[in-house]
């Protein structure tokens, strides 16, 4: 494991005037941890020097060619046993900025983590919001979706998901939206040659079995909830929201942070699970609500 590289008052100077480090650290222990990082590239999560993490990706190699990248510790393609793969239990958090998005089976790469945190332990995310970047033109993905991935067991992107990645994404950034540029006049990312690439790209991948890295799955945060919910329900999401941070202007990406909870019994649990995806949606709704107020006044 990494130590940290901050001191601690540094740390907590840094944090409190940064966002996005405030949530993607949100309920991780000071001044001691230890927890994971996935896809950290060449931006790992900045932290105190108590705090002790490892780094996972799909593969030692997912990074390489990168300038200056974290060095993998663990392999995990996010389905299977995590605990084996990084030979322990027991941690206090997980940080995934930007990375689920990538993640081919959704559901069992949550289940994985869920296992190796002890009880009150933090999985926190990042997410691109896909009203706001390149995904704008593409549906929300469903809980049919998911449920696919995980019966089928994905290691490596599918080759729908790789074809709605390479066909479907628009050539308009962040900037541009909030600008006041419509989506849905922007021209598709890959161009006139976005079908055929989009084909050539998926069979390829599908005879070659190499791993091609794509944005599997698009959400709101909005959908974000309605498809943990629905998972919850089925039993395949075993983690309980703490928190969901919207979208903020001139931004693109979302944050959710969730515990593994000491609830044993299933249906005490799923209560608990419904109920903190209700109060979060409340949020969220009221939030919309009085931005479009204020868009009219």
Not at 6 to 26: C, K, N, Q
Not at 40 to 68: C, F, K, M, W
Not at 108 to 114: L, N, S
Not at 231 to 259: D, H, K, Q
Request: with cysteine; glycine share 10%.
């Amino acid at each position: 494991m990494h130590s940290g590289t901050l001191s601690l008052d540094a740390f907590l100077d840094r944090r409190a005037t940064d966002r996005r480090l405030a949530r993607l650290t949100h309920d991780v222990p000071l001044p001691e941890a230890k927890g994971l990082e996935f896809g950290p590239a060449n931006n790992p999560t900045p932290l105190p020097e108590g705090i002790r993490v490892a780094y996972v990706d799909h593969a030692h190699d997912a990074q390489a060619g990168l300038s200056e990248a974290a060095p993998i510790d663990h392999a995990w393609t996010g389905t299977g046993s995590l605990a084996e793969s990084i030979g322990q239990d027991g941690l206090d958090f997980a940080i995934a900025a930007q990375v689920a998005q990538y993640v081919p089976n959704l559901l069992g790469w949550c289940r994985g983590i869920h296992a190796i945190l002890r009880p009150g332990g933090v999985l926190n995310l990042s997410l691109p919001d896909r009203r706001f970047m390149f995904d704008a033109g593409r549906t929300a993905s469903t809980i049919a979706e998911l449920v696919e991935a995980d019966l089928l067991d994905y290691v490596r992107p599918s080759p729908r998901q790789i074809f709605a990645h390479t066909y479907e994404t628009l050539a308009i950034g962040p900037g541009e939206i909030w600008a006041g540029d419509d989506p849905a006049r922007a021209p598709r990312l890959c161009g006139e040659a976005a079908l055929a690439l989009a084909h050539r790209q998926a069979s390829g991948a599908l005879a070659s079995g190499r791993y091609q890295d794509c944005h599997c799955w698009v959400f709101t945060p909005l959908s974000f909830l309605d498809v943990v919910e629905a998972a919850s329900r089925l039993g395949l999401f075993p983690f309980v929201l703490n928190r969901i941070a919207g979208t903020e202007p001139e931004g693109f990406e979302f944050y959710v942070s969730m515990r593994r909870d000491g609830e044993t019994d299933p249906q005490a649990l799923r209560g608990m699970q419904e109920g903190a995806v209700a109060h979060l949606r409340g949020i969220l709704t009221r939030q919309q609500r009085t931005a479009r107020l204020l868009a009219t006044a």
